[in-house]
């Protein structure tokens, strides 16, 4: 994976999370209008809130579904690359493994 690659998929996934935490102030707006809409008034106004919950509620789960789903194919890029490397660079990859190893113990052994 390059890292023009890298930082693409990058940048996209920070706007997924932007995205995402936009959606869900939405769904706790609409969410503090039903509680309000419920608290004074029944009928109509009711109906409308919490059909207007619903329907946050139905982007809010598509969104993170699709946020998943991109997530689960980063990963699986990722874990292809890796295993790539290591089988071209085994060696390298030994290296590295216990350099952050060594890295790790010495941070443990300090507590």
């Not at 996209?12 to 102030?25: C, G, N, Y």
């Not at 039903?34 to 207007?52: D, Y």
Request: aromatic share 2%.
């Amino acid at each position: 994976m390059s890292t023009t690659n890298l930082s693409a998929a990058t940048e996209s996934a920070d706007v997924t999370k932007e995205q995402l935490i936009h959606d869900f102030k939405v769904v706790v707006a609409d969410a503090e209008a039903l509680l309000k809409a419920t608290a004074g008034q029944g009928g109509e106004a009711m109906s409308a809130a919490r059909g207007k919950v619903l329907e946050s509620l139905a982007v809010a789960k598509a969104k993170m579904s699709e946020a998943e789903a991109a997530l689960l194919a980063r990963t699986k890029a990722a874990a292809k690359a890796t295993d790539e490397y290591v089988h071209v660079h085994p060696w390298q990859a030994i290296g590295i493994a216990a350099s952050v190893g060594m890295v790790i113990g010495l941070l443990i052994g300090r507590r």
